[in-house]
């Protein structure tokens, strides 16, 4: 799929993001590949007579966004899902409005995901329960799915669907909520809410298959308009796996993604003595789709993450894991022997050494290049920074998330826990952590611009500040977003900076985001979209100048 003839931009500020974060004026593609970089002259001189010369008029070139940690698969259904966002909703009587709207025209009997809900944001400040979901969906199975994906609100006929009632233990690593006399609320924590996610996902998915793939490529040209050119699915189960596959075979990916592993479930724990799942992680991939990582998840949201707090000079304890701490350490050392690289979710400090100590327990005696990443650490230690440096972590964090979630992990954090700072990026940054940007969407926005002002002001949408110091600069945020990001992802070989050799994946903005005011940096955008070369993405000329 490589261009046609050599397109030169030119009269561009164009971040190049390579190691000495060149900025030069000009840039040539060339089938498929950024063929050379500098001066005007020196790009005209490169490029073929037949070249299509593009004067940008002074807009900034950027390498295309790197989402390493993004929920592709679960955000392609948003568009037949119920959309229960707060904000802008911020009553339950919205939500609940809104699911029974959705439901009177929805076969009776078939699954309703909806998605977006998140009780901080609602006045009521409470889950909906079975018997209110009850009321507004009689005939078909409703799976509620907290904003975090961490729980699950559900009515009775999906608790029957997926065959849980009072009889029904809870299931490690998860929790059924019940009333005093024992019957399940329709409240799922963690683990619980598992067969819920598979069953609803999968009923979606296989209505129709090719629709299936439709709205993929669809949610992906959503991308595309915010200048994302490459993505790292961080929850792929076999039947996402195959969803991506079927897309890549009917050349429907129109950019690239990195398929993370889970378990057989969204939060079950990992086996890698199954030849199955082995199989799944190491299948070789595609010129748009890539697998080879096993996505664990260390620590859960509810009750709470992994965190050791500090009282009266002691430590204490809060949350709780999925795994005993020493399986985390052989998962990982097995990983290695098996050559697949890991993403670990670890969100509170806790889960943070353990991930460390893990991957400390993993390198022993051995040499590996394969990637060790982080997921999150929304609540750690400016002083866990060294460490994590020195182990090679790739950290996948997600500062944007402070502008939808900033309270909540504040609360997590609690009071006079002067040790902790959510998103710590900017003490991780300085004590040399290679550190990458990613949205967590549909958990928060999936916007770069839109994150990249959140971690340049760290201000949540409530207006609270989420720990100011731990602020990192424009230039800093968009080394994340890209070559970073492509180390995390495996791919700095590939793309992440515009760099001859590298793929042709380039984005076209209308201001310089690292110079431009800061309030500036958030409405920034997107004019064009280039993948392999190709425009993907074109602003309609009415919105645009060029
Ligand atoms: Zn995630």
Partial sequence: MAQARDIAFINAVVRTVDPRDTVAQAVLLRDGRIA??????????????????????????????????????????????????????????????????????????????????????????????????????????????????????????????????????????????????????GVLYENAANPLHSHSWSDYAERDWDRSVDLLHAKMQEYLAVGITFVGDAMVTSKSAQLY????????LPFGVQMLHAADHFFDTHDLRRPDIIDRIKEPGSERLVGGTMKIFVDRAYPAPAIDKMHHGCCAHTGAAFYPKAEVGRLARRAVELDIATAIHGMGNCAVNTVMDAYAQSRRGRSTDAVLRLEHAFVAEPAQAPRMADLGIDLVANPGLAWLWGEVFDMWRGECQHHLKLFPVRSMIDAGVRVSLGSDHPCGSFTPAEIIWTAVTRVSSKGMPVDPEEAITAAEALRAYTINAAHASNRAAEEGSIETGKRANVVVLDRDIVTCPTDDIRSAQVLRTYVDGECAYRRPVAAAAI
Avoid at 154 to 177: C, F, K, M, Q, Y
């Fill in 36 to 185: 050379a970089v500098g001066s005007a002259a020196e790009v005209r001189a490169v490029a073929g007579a037949d070249a299509e010369i593009v004067d940008l008029g002074g807009a900034t070139v950027v390498p295309g966004f790197i989402d390493a940690h993004n929920h592709l698969s679960i955000a392609a259904f948003a568009p037949e899902c119920v959309d229960c966002s707060t904000p802008p909703k911020s009553t339950l009587a919205e939500v609940l409005e809104a699911i029974e709207q959705h439901c009177r025209s929805a076969p009776p009997g078939q699954w309703v995901r909806a998605m977006g809900f998140n009780l901080a944001h609602v006045r009521e400040m409470r889950n909906p329960t079975r018997f209110e979901l009850d009321e507004v969906a009689p005939d078909n199975p409703v799976f509620l799915i907290d904003a975090s994906c961490h729980a699950g609100f559900v009515n009775s006929l999906a608790l029957a669907r997926v065959g849980i009632d009072e009889h029904t233990p809870d299931p490690a690593g998860g929790e059924i909520e019940r009333d005093k006399i024992g019957v399940p609320t």
């Fill in 245 to 252: 596959r079927t897309a890549d075979r009917q050349g429907k």
